[in-house]
């Protein structure tokens, strides 16, 4: 990107999100945050006893939460099994590569799949569907006609409940990330790459996966510029930085902070480090062998000589003012929770405050950080992008398959931590892991029991927490970041494994390691 584009795209972006800050004040004055935010509370606190209302439809609460325990027919997985087959597919059919390289093309599909996932609901389901926007509710069919309200309900659920904090979350560490940078050219030797997979690892229980994968993956693939063989780095990089490393704390992954936000304490998931130790030390070890003995003996002498001979030293740039707003990220994480009063007070913070504050951290990075770091880092807004588009479709496709995932949950014959592991890992593979972990942390609560954390026995916990972040490493779809570091990569000239490529990888490295951790330490 020259410094040209690399200005432009800045300048258009910090008007975007100065509209956005700006439409945000209007709503705060129009006091609608304040009062989506004491729906939110009662909704915690059963303050309110009547039944449900769906003020939208006018028609009285006379369905109740067990009414609408009714899923769409199994045939409605459709179009989210056609949406990830085409992006298993497409890149790999020559007449329409070209053309699913453009995001707006991947829109078109996304948002096409998405819209006749909510025309379904519009005219063909029948049932009250359970509403979590921006409290619970019920949605009431309606008499005739088009059912508009049921919907809305789920574009609701799909995307100002979970899209919207995801993506924001996200594109806040990616931007602010993107404005860092490490450089410096090391010898590509398996033990240096080792080590930034296992800082990587380790960073990303404290920056989360996004933050650690966007800060640690280009110096990554700066070192080893000469070298011919590097898919398989990327790949590993991607199993313990973009997913197995991030298990250490809530921040690291949002399946985790999901569980935190419903009652489990913040350092809770500190007894999961013999698993994280583990899986990542194991994934570390792997790939020093097969680098060590495979790949890198068959470098040709003249790359390996120029990787040992062009050495620059480490160092960092950007850091100011980067650093500090990536901690008040985390800050904002953990203490802007409408559903929590402010610590020290009562009072609760504002739907969407804590996003707007994100947006607002990225804008001073773009504002006060170096527009010199970010065009050295060939830094644009192409990956998050194409993760923004593509899950916006999948976040409203997936809407039917976790509606049957809820009815049909308990009836799973899930009991053991092991059947909560393999069953989150599955879907996690294939659903966004954060609404897969309530999905199963629901699961577990209602089986009761003792030695109980958030209403969930503890192993059975274990259980469900690892497999939703482990299980998101074993597809590209797995996972945010998953995606954006291999358009990055690819962006830096290396090829990386297709759809199918990479889950022969992670069905060689990632399954045997899993069914070892399940068998030693579930």
């Not at 439409?23 to 939110?40: D, L």
């Not at 993506?167 to 033990?191: K, N, S, V, W």
């Not at 250490?248 to 992954?253: A, E, K, N, V």
Request: glycine share 10%; charged share 10%; aromatic share 12%.
């Amino acid at each position: 990107m020259s410094h040209a584009d690399e200005q432009g795209s800045s300048t258009r972006m910090v008007i975007a999100i100065a509209v956005l800050l700006c439409v945000y004040g209007i709503a705060c004055w129009k006091g609608i945050p304040q009062e989506a935010t004491r729906q939110i509370v009662a909704g915690e606190t059963g303050a309110e006893a009547k039944p449900p209302t769906d003020s939208r439809s006018g028609e009285a609460g006379h369905q109740s939460a067990g009414d609408a325990k009714s899923h769409p027919p199994y045939f409605m997985i459709a179009p989210f099994a056609l949406l990830l087959i085409g992006i298993a597919v497409f890149p790999l059919t020559p007449r329409v590569a070209d053309w699913w390289d453009n995001n707006l093309h991947r829109f078109y599909v996304a948002f096409g799949l998405g819209f006749a996932t909510l025309l379904y609901y519009a005219v063909a389901f029948e049932h009250p569907v359970e509403g979590h926007f921006p409290a619970g509710h019920i949605a009431s069919p309606s008499a005739g006609g088009l059912n508009l309200v049921s919907a809305w309900t789920v574009f609701e659920n799909a995307i100002f409940g979970e899209y919207i904090p995801f993506i924001a979350l996200l594109f806040t560490l990616y931007t602010i990330c993107g404005g860092i940078r490490i450089e410096g050219d090391q010898p590509a030797h398996p033990m240096t790459n080792a080590v930034f997979i296992a800082a990587g690892a380790l960073l990303a229980s404290i920056i989360g996966t996004t933050g650690a994968a966007m800060l640690l993956i280009r110096p990554l693939l700066d070192t080893n510029r000469q070298r011919r063989h590097v898919k398989h780095t990327v790949v590993f990089f991607i199993f313990a930085v973009c997913n197995c490393g991030g298990c250490l704390l809530p921040l690291g992954d949002p399946p985790l902070f999901l569980g935190y936000l419903r009652g489990v304490d913040f350092l809770w998931t500190l007894h999961l480090w013999r698993e994280w130790l583990f899986v990542n030390g194991m994934l570390i070890a792997i790939y020093i062998v097969w680098d060590r003995f495979w790949f890198y003996p068959q470098e040709s002498i003249r790359d390996i000589v120029q990787d040992e001979t062009r050495v620059t030293r480490m160092r960092f740039r950007g850091l100011w003012p980067n650093v500090l707003l990536l901690a008040a990220v985390v800050a904002s994480i953990g203490l802007l929770d409408p559903a929590k009063p402010l610590p020290g007070t009562d009072w609760h913070p504002w739907l969407y405050l804590r996003e707007a504050i994100q947006l607002l951290l990225v804008l001073i990075s773009l504002v006060a950080g170096s527009r010199a770091v970010r065009l050295s880092n060939n830094f644009n807004y192409h990956a998050i992008t194409e993760v923004a588009v593509l899950f916006l479709g999948i976040f409203i496709c997936m809407q039917p398959p976790l509606q049957i995932l809820h009815v049909e949950g308990p009836s799973l014959g899930l009991t053991t931590p092991a059947h909560f592991f393999w069953a989150a890992g599955s879907l996690s593979a294939v659903l966004d892991n954060a609404p897969t972990y309530v999905v199963f942390f629901t699961t577990a609560q209602s089986l009761g029991g003792n030695d109980l954390m958030a209403g969930v026995q503890q192993s059975l916990l274990i259980g469900v927490s690892l497999g939703a972040v482990f299980g998101g490493a074993m597809t590209y779809i797995g996972n945010g970041p998953n995606f954006m570091v291999k358009a990055i990569a690819e962006k830096s000239g290396v090829a990386m494994p297709s759809f199918f490529g990479y889950m022969l990888y992670s069905f060689g490295i990632l399954l045997p390691l899993f069914l070892l951790t399940s068998w030693l330490l579930i």
